[in-house]
């Protein structure tokens, strides 16, 4: 359109603010009412009907898609004319770079993103990963709110005097945590007399140590900060938080001139997420004229986690003297009809207080077009909900809505998967925005596999044996027998893959077909050895070459083939970029690599984009954007609003402003004060969290769903507050036909039948029947009615008309099955390599392990392969192992005073396995168990008893810390198992100690186990079941779960079915993330 044209159908309030050049202007934007429009036909009025310099004009909004948007459109309006359109931090790059010498910084300096800040903390200051990640945040943060280092130190002085108010010598703070700690942890012990009498000072205990924590907390991310800077400084870099910041110390210091001198008019796009710098850099580039246009809507400030600062329009209003005539509201939306207006106005009015409707704006439809009612549908579960979501999509495609033009919103990637699952099983092309599954993609495994195999060879650890298995089993290369024969030699001989493959090949006792695949393998990993000495972007390439990746997706021109191509291509980029930013060592770049994965900054895999397709995305991706049709998922408690999740930058509220009115209140405790902390954090958060739910039910243009099941996972969930927020009154308990609110149509759905979610079309139902008539030929037909239903399901499914006897021909040395055939039979034994289900012996462990997910039973209790965890032998439960083999000693010698634990400690220190322990983390928790135990050693009958017991059909096996005959009986003991970290969850506190009791009586029948205690070493108190009747009993807790043992039977049950059907893995992403053994499963 011309200028004419969008002048003449703009709304009145629209001219008004296109028409306001001269002075401040707050334009009040809400959702669909075409502010990009109203922003561009402004600045071209500006051009062409006032005669303004184009060159005069800047104007800044957040990401460079806006960016480049905003540019393209005012140019087509200018007829090529520039304008001055950028992210506030590229132009706040040229500011810098244009005075670079003023600036402190060379003008060739490159920016850091937040991850290579990340990184940067990580593989050059040794931080670990999660603090690198929480410094990292903390600082971007800190720095946006504009807080300096300064600032910290000042605050953490203050810390110190409190400190120092408790205990004035510094030197000492960290032992009396130390001694504090055990003091709580063995509090219990003390008689009622001295409790009373030591209850002051054991809130002192306790103030202190909150205290100390959290002066430490910050007193470690100060010090990382600064060190950060020098770094940062020494490799010429800025992180995005240095953009901003030097560009206003430029500015302060050295004036405005220049910039104001160019440009004359200012106009901000999005000011709702500006963060303080940003504001300020605003006001100083305004001038003395302040022609300056923002465009904010107070609903849609979703970026507070980025540090948007929440008071800004109000700040704009008083900083620039707005007065109500420069002040215009765009209520007329573009997009969204008034009854999907009306009950996203109901919601969001829940975040304006009396005083501050004038920032409220009701918006309508430009046409007045009603529209249908807002649905509200409660499925039985996730599940269904799922399915309801597929079956209304497939009602919307019948109706001619474009799968394109329909979207499903959800609060966290994991909340869509299933809807993702449940829409490609039917069929359905989707559009995936920003999921990040790069890593886990088979060919980018595979590429890496071989990098961790060839750095392997020059630094071995235990993360090779995991590559040179996937390695293996790329494609199936090596089958089942001979990965159960490697497997066991590694379990019983504690050697390496790698080791085993070179140095003990002979000794394997692999089948001829598994002998050929190793030998071919090793021969292709010594050709790439040579190339180590190449950059890690070369060496990549010659893995593609050598491995046959390179050539393996070329031959189909499928788009799943194009889409593994394209990921190998990402992965040489990514190679090239890191070694500009990072360097060119291979070790450095795996590093770098298990980081991302670590931190969940997995980058997206590469994804051929169907015009066709449903859109799937969080509510953050979705701003900016409209469907049609729009469902909003997983609208229940604890799901949406989500309160839980992330860490909070380590930021002092004290710091900031948001918190300086309630800090100015007077307590009368510290708890009070807390609890008022703690309750304005939630109400920010749910403001925020309700702003987001305004964006979901904004982008709908006709038809909006808000969703959620009655139950997710076990758990019966409560409806969204935001549900009740648009008059939503506990409908799941009433008669539907009851319910009669104005916009809103209230459906319960409580059809079952989400199994019935496939494609069902004639072709693919015909597929789906030949595929089992093939799986029943196997064993029930003969080889020519097998043969014919194979042969007729691959033509069904690839639909080419195949010459599948020529290329049977043309293969039979490849196809013939007489050796391998041969070869297994001639073994004793059908499947030698697999242990009979009569040999095998489970655990709590085992069962437990399957329980998560049965496919990590396989690796880690039938095959035994390592994972990244087993690296870290430096860690949490090598501190365990130490703690326990320690008590196990005591308690065995019954020591008798504190010394001669300490010299079982200090012995144990100069044995090679234990030498790397840091004794220093050990010391509490041994310190409170000397404590707790001191006089109940002597007591003590046994110590480390392993036991074998039937359960129902299936041997089970226990390992007992302790068992200690209780004072005063013959034949009554406490069974004690030593726990150093968390307590575990009661499904396996009950399945552990009721099996411990089992066993021991099983082994001892004259005995009668009287207690069950977890010596919960890093907890307050152990946790005690006492038998009363028929159950253990706890004054804390539930008693423990008699129907333990009977769940473990049929676990065992369904062990011994998957042995023989096979071992699936769990469909939920969220427990694979945080599996070691996640390698293995791609």
Known sequence: MTLNELLTTSTKRQLDAIQHTRGPLLILAGAGTGKTTTITTKIAYMVKEQGIDPGQILALTFSREAAG??????????????????????????????????????????????????????????????????????????????????????????????????????????????????????????????????????????????????????????????????????????????LNKKALEFLHTYGTHGATDRYKYIIIDEFQDTNYV???????????????????????????????????????????????????????????????????????????????????????????????????????????????????????????????????????????????????RRGHAVRVKDDTDFLKRPETKTALAYLYVLDNLVNPRARGTESWWRLFHYNHALDTGDSIIIGEYLKKHRVSFQDAIYNHFSELGLSPSGQQVVKQMKRRIDGLKDKLVLDVSDILIEILDASGLSRQFTFDDTRENREAMLNLRNLHEMALKFETSHGRELGD?????????????????????????????????????????????????????????????????????????????????????????????????????????????????????????????????????????IRYDNWRAVDKDEVDVPDITYLRDSEVSSREVIRDSELECIKTHRKKLVIESLDLGSFEENLGHLLAYHALRDGNGEDYLDIINSKWDELDPAG?????????????????????????????????????????????????????????????????????????????????????????????????????????????????NKYSIQNNMMVERRFTVLLGDHQFKGFIDRVDLIPGSDNEVEIIDYKTGNEPGPVERSRQLLLYAHGFEHMYPEYRVQKLTLELLAKEKPRVYELDGEEYISSRVKPLDNGALSDMIDAADNILHDYRCGFDRIDDDSVCKRCGYNLYCG
């Not at 007065?323 to 007329?332: E, K, N, T």
């Open 820 to 932: 391998h055939a041969k070869e297994i039979l001639d073994r004793d034994g059908s499947n030698e390599g697999i242990p009979p289900p009569s040999d095998i012996t489970f655990s709590v462990s085992a069962v437990n392990t399957y329980s998560e997910c049965p496919k990590k039973y396989e690796l880690q209790h039938i095959l035994g392969m390592p994972t990244r965890d087993m690296e870290k032998s430096d860690g949490a439960m090598n501190i365990g192992s130490f703690v326990h083999k320690v008590l196990e000693k005591a308690v065995r010698q019954k020591v008798s005073t504190r010394k001669q634990l300490d010299e079982i400690t200090l012995t144990l220190t100069k044995e090679d396995k234990w030498k790397w322990v840091d004794t220093a983390k050990a010391k509490p928790l041994l310190d409170v168990f000397w404590q707790r």
């Open 278 to 424: 940003q504001f300020e850099l605003i006001r100083l580039l305004a001038g003395k004229e302040k022609n300056v246009t923002v465009v904010a809507d107070p609903n849609q400030t979703i970026y507070a986690f980025r540090g948007a600062y929440t008071n800004n329009i109000q700040e704009f209003i008083r900083n620039f003297d707005v007065g109500s005539d420069d002040i215009v509201s765009l209520d007329v939306s573009f997009r969204s009809t008034n009854k999907i207006l009306r009950v996203s106005h109901d919601l969001i009015r829940h975040n304006y207080g009396p005083d501050q409707t004038d920032l409220l704006i009701q918006l309508h439809n430009n046409d007045e077009v009603e529209g249908g009612d807002v649905h509200i549908v409660e499925t039985a579960d996730e599940n269904e909900e799922a399915r309801y979501i597929v079956e209304q999509i497939e009602t919307c495609l019948e109706h001619g809505v474009d799968r394109s033009d329909i979207a499903v919103l959800y609060r966290t990637h994991t909340q869509g998967r299933r809807i993702r699952q449940a829409l490609e």
């Open 69 to 242: 948007h905003m540019k393209a459109k005012v140019e087509q309006l200018l007829g090529g004319l520039e304008v001055h359109v950028s992210t506030f931090h590229s132009f706040c790059a040229e500011v810098i770079r244009e005075n670079a010498d003023k600036c402190g910084v060379s003008p060739e300096f490159s920016i850091l993103e937040d991850v290579d800040t990340s990184i940067m903390l990580h593989m050059k200051l040794g931080i670990n990963i999660r603090d690198a990640t929480l410094y990292t945040s903390s600082i971007s943060k800190a720095k946006d709110l504009n807080i300096t280092i300064e600032n910290m130190e000042d605050f953490l002085q203050g810390r110190k005097q409190l400190l120092r108010e408790m205990e004035p010598d510094e030197g000492k703070w960290e032992q009396l945590y130390h001694d504090n700690t055990t003091r709580l942890n063995t509090f219990h012990l003390l008689d009622d007399a001295k409790k009373k009498a030591l209850k002051e000072e054991k809130k002192g205990w306790i103030h202190f140590n909150e205290e100390y924590t959290e002066y430490a907390r910050y007193r470690d991310m100060v010090q990382t900060w600064k060190r950060y800077e020098t770094a940062k400084k020494k490799r010429n870099a800025l992180d995005y938080g240095d």
């Open 589 to 725: 770049f795996i590093a770098y690599l298990e980081i991302l994965d670590e931190m969940g900054k997995n980058p997206p895999a590469a994804r051929i984009m169907e015009e066709d397709a449903v859109n799937l995305m969080t509510i953050h991706s979705s701003k900016g954007l409209e469907f049609n049709t729009v469902f909003v998922t997983n609208m229940a408690k604890d799901r949406f609003p989500l309160f839980r999740g992330g860490v909070e930058p380590l930021i002092p509220i004290e710091l900031i402003d948001l918190y300086r009115d309630l800090l100015k209140q007077d307590f009368s405790s510290r708890s009070k004060r807390l609890s008022a902390i703690r309750e304005l954090k939630r109400e920010i958060k749910l403001e925020e969290e309700r702003r987001l739910c305004y964006v979901a039910m904004t982008r709908a243009r006709e038809h909006l769903y808000l969703t959620l099941g009655i139950r997710y996972g076990a758990r019966e969930r409560h409806p969204s507050e935001f549900l009740v927020d």
